[in-house]
């Protein structure tokens, strides 16, 4: 029997792939011993919408949460556990605004970062409400549209302000493509933003509380293969960069589960999407890297909920700012002044004490999972489930190829 027992909540919409991972996980952990003794016990429970009483005591000790940025019933629930009860959340529902990557670039450009020049354009066609339309006919001011995009500089991207999933970006060209795709847009709010031509690399990197995962990426091909492979695709030195400025920004609006798109030319660094709400982690888009994620979810989980961990509300923006503008720190300092402040937050070496010290054998729990038959059978299921019938046997072997390279991987680090 456990001294403690904690209660893992799953706040999701469509997906039943990595939560049916993550449940496994769990429950084949068993307990974990703290410091002082205490045996520590877990399970996982999917989360219900239903009404809720604001006195009402919550059951779960953190919540993960994949719904509430666009459903808002479950998000006050949120809300309201956090500031009453203290129940540990990823991600915050009160940045929520932020995740629609206009406040994000803004926070960003002002600390500093690489982000190309970005210009947010009025709708093409307003909002269908009557207070809109006599507001806009006193007060929107003509532009000119092919002014801004020519300071910009072509090419450029046009993207809504709160996209996600790759909806609705255009890559511009020259005028006719700026127009076809503004009159496109509709009721869209969308940025103009620079495009870093001839880029060296677009790296993906996927953060889950104190650890990030960095991908290359390739935008141009089908999801299955967008994530390629690769070990060592960044030097030392720009790995390091992309890595920190995914902590900054999960650390300065309080996300513990996001994902950073960052474009490498030479030696900038340029993070372009760094606000996700609902992070890729699906089987099939991220295979070979899947076991890393369910993994490093679980860790995290399991150390924010043994360890007491609260949520911190507050957005302590000052610390960042106080950095940023002073004028005799080099870019490089301001960077290494801000990871300091994000590995604080994170947690960073306690968070990694914890798990060599109580989570020995997890890494061993996750290859053999992974390796048997009832992985197998997710996977069987998540490829009917996402493909075409006459697709099925293709696929089921192309992801067992690459899961099969994890493991004979994985295999291998741990028998150094």
């Not at 990557?101 to 690489?114: E, P, S, T």
């Not at 888009?285 to 995290?300: E, G």
């Not at 996402?386 to 994890?406: K, N, S």
């Amino acid at each position: 029997m456990s001294d403690a027992k904690h209660l893992i909540g799953l706040l999701l919409g469509t997906e039943e792939d990595w939560p049916a991972a993550f449940e496994a996980i769990v429950r084949r952990l068993g307990p974990v011993t703290d410091a002082a003794g205490v045996r520590h016990g877990y399970d996982v429970e999917r989360v219900t919408i239903e009404p809720f009483d604001l006195r009402a005591r919550p059951r779960h000790d953190l919540v993960i949460d994949r719904l509430a940025y666009w459903y808002y019933h479950p998000r006050e629930w949120l809300k309201k556990i956090a500031l009453m009860d203290d129940v540990y959340l990823l991600n915050s529902p009160f940045t929520f605004q932020s995740m629609e990557k206009h406040a994000a670039y803004c926070a960003m450009i002002r600390l500093g970062l690489k982000v190309p020049e970005t210009v947010l354009v009025p709708y093409k066609n307003p909002p269908d409400s009557t207070r809109y339309a006599y507001t806009a006919s006193r007060y929107n001011r003509q532009f000119d549209l092919d002014a801004v995009a020519e300071r910009i500089g072509y090419p450029l991207f046009m993207k809504p302000y709160d996209g996600g999933a790759w909806r609705g970006v255009s890559q511009i060209r020259d005028r006719d493509e700026l127009h076809a795709a503004y009159d496109a847009s509709g009721e869209m709010l969308m940025h103009l933003q620079q495009a870093i031509d001839g880029y060296d690399v677009f790296a993906r990197s996927l953060s889950i509380g104190a650890e990030t995962m960095v991908m290359k990426f390739r935008p141009s091909e089908p999801m299955h293969a967008r994530y390629e492979v690769s070990h060592d695709f960044l030097t030392p030195e720009a790995g390091d960069e992309v890595v920190t400025i995914g902590r900054l920004v999960n650390a300065f609006f309080r996300w513990e589960f996001n994902s950073c798109e960052t474009l490498v030319k030479g030696a900038g660094v340029h993070p372009i999407d760094y606000a996700n709400a609902c992070p890729d982690v699906a089987l099939t888009s991220l295979h070979y890297y899947f076991p890393w994620a369910m993994k490093a979810l679980v860790k995290w989980s399991v150390f924010a909920v043994t360890t007491g961990r609260r949520p911190r509300i507050d957005l302590d923006t000052r610390r960042y700012f106080e950095i940023a503008d002073r004028d005799d720190l080099p870019y490089a300092e301001k960077l290494a002044a801000y990871r300091r402040l994000a590995d604080d937050y994170f947690d960073v070496e306690r968070y990694h004490d914890f798990c060599d010290s109580r989570l020995p054998r997890l890494d061993e729990v996750v290859l053999e999972w992974v390796a048997g038959p009832d992985f197998d059978r997710l996977l069987v299921e998540t490829v009917a489930a996402t493909y075409p019938a006459h697709e099925h046997e293709q696929f089921r072997e192309h992801f067992r190829g690459l899961i099969g390279m994890w493991v004979a991987d994985e295999s291998a680090r741990l028998a150094r």
